[in-house]
């Protein structure tokens, strides 16, 4: 068969809620590219239009899909980008009779409505999409019909009397290396280029090495709300596999690591620094971290085999909102392995979230403090937003009020109104601040400008300061 994957447009300044016009910000969607490297070893064409980097027309996709003559068209949605993912699948219905398949987090989390909402859509496949894509490809070539899929596990769908089905879900994958290595082949990889901030070297791409989070708490997160899978990793050969394969065939010389959370105090994590070595594997890297997983001997052994970045997920500098969100780490930890991230020469990030549950103005003071007092290297500061699946998604109503305007759902939209904020514009402005006091302090400024080297370095600063300017 020919099959075409399309992710709806998402441009950065409706991501980051930002007036600058900046066309980076983007990596390849490693989801697609598994499920597409399964579907080309079983012998069908494959084409992924990724529309985040790809400026079409809707004339454009419908150029580019009647080149390609696709015998099976399959849309990817997030939240914030399901309406867009409608309008397409209308317009793509319009003008092709194909089926029309729907995959990804929002309709995983709700088949049933997606289809009824959109018409356009003939099935939902839900959750982790391999080998139920490779069984309704197989099952369409041999002329099943789209309202008889009884037996595939993992989809929704509706009969031959109209009525929508969803069948039992399909196990989750345990033994990932069973899984090819995700070819980034379907992708024009030049057209993937982080923000200022997140990458040092060029060029660089994205990897992930497992599914799941080992924590899975976190109240705000996909990862342990309604669909909170089993924590897998693939084994450390077969990362280097990879981490090999980025290098020799794409010239890769800096991996982001994706994992929810990448460093834990495991084997594997020992094993994977003595390969690094071992294979004389010179690459950069940065990743996430946990500050409950991570002790100052691996950090140290983390520098030494290349990491440079370590993103933390630190949401809140006052233990009472943390805990709320069962974060699970107090502050004197987050203090302590941020000292250690430096100590061996990492540069550390932090992820803040402002409009928690009980928060007020005042609270969302000791975050910024906090987040100054820490001398992080770049920080982020997100609007509380409660995504569908998640636990926030459940209780949030309690402690403020939540907008289900889903096309807003970035978190920089204020679509969550604690009960201690008065306005969605008083959040707004907390926000503005946040970064103005982060970001525009003498001290700051003064580190960053004793890092400059090269041109490269003036041209990345300069970006990411219209980039900062343009959420103000």
Known sequence: MRI???TPPYSISERYHTKAKINKGYL???????????????????KILDLQVLNYSLENIRQELTAFSPDLIALSAVTPTIDKAYLLANFIRTHFGVPLIFGGVHPSMYPEQTLKECVAVDVVVIGEAEYTFRELAALLEKGT?????????????RNKSGKIIRNLPRPLIMNLNELPIASREFFDMDKYIPLPNQYKILPVTN??????????????CFEAGDFKPLYRRVTVDRAIEEIQMLIHKHGIREISFWDDVFLIGTRWTTDFFEA????????QWSCYG???????????QAASVGCWNIFFGIESGNQMLLDTIKKGFNLDKAKQVIAWTREAGIETRGSFILGLPNETPKLAMETINF????????????????????????????YGAIDTTFKDYSVHNPVYL????STKEELLAMQKLAYRKFYFRPHYILKHLKRIRTFTDVKKYASGLRFLIGMQ
Not at 36 to 43: D, N, Q, R, S
Not at 418 to 421: C, F, L
């Open 145 to 157: 019909p789209l309202n008889n899929l009884k037996d595939v596990r993992g989809v929704c769908y």
């Open 418 to 421: 604690p009960k201690g904020y």
């Open 290 to 300: 946990y500050f409950n997983y991570l002790t100052h001997d691996m950090l140290k």
């Open 371 to 398: 987040a100054i007092d820490l001398d992080l290297d770049y920080a982020q500061f997100t609007l509380n937003t409660p995504f569908p699946g998640t636990e926030m998604w459940k209780t949030g109503g309690r």
């Open 28 to 46: 390849p969607p490693l989801g697609l590219a598994s499920i597409a490297t399964v579907l080309k070893e079983a012998g069908h064409h494959i």
């Open 276 to 283: 690094l070595k071992r294979e004389k594997i010179d690459i």
């Open 207 to 220: 990897m992930m090495v497992g599914r799941g989070c080992p924590y899975g708490q976190c109240t705000f």
């Open 4 to 6: 075409v994957f399309i």
